[in-house]
């Protein structure tokens, strides 16, 4: 079976944010997780994504629950 890995932009596509956004919040440990395709080269699981998207579901807008606040 094989694995569908998207680069950071097409990442970003499927989950609704800018590449920008999400490589911020690689930056700063926030985020779905990734994968180290080379020196320079990142990715992400599908799976991973998907599962992401899952765990920022809330009930209400004043549910922050995992959000960071600033």
Same mark, same amino acid.
């Given at each position: 079976?094989?694995? $569908? %890995?998207?680069?950071? /932009?097409?990442?970003?596509?499927?989950v &609704?944010? @800018?590449?920008?956004?999400l /490589?911020?919040?690689?930056?700063? &440990? /926030? &985020?779905?997780?990734? #994968?180290?395709? +080379?020196?320079? @080269? %990142? +990715?992400?699981?599908?799976?991973?994504?998907d599962?992401w998207i899952?765990?920022? $579901?809330?009930?209400?807008?004043?549910? @922050?629950?995992? #959000?960071? %606040?600033?």
């Amino acid at each position: 079976m094989m694995r $569908k %890995v998207l680069r950071t /932009e097409d990442a970003a596509a499927y989950v &609704g944010l @800018a590449a920008a956004t999400l /490589e911020r919040m690689r930056l700063r &440990g /926030e &985020g779905p997780t990734f #994968v180290r395709l +080379g020196c320079r @080269a %990142v +990715g992400y699981d599908i799976a991973d994504l998907d599962r992401w998207i899952d765990e920022q $579901k809330r009930g209400s807008t004043s549910d @922050a629950t995992g #959000v960071r %606040v600033r």
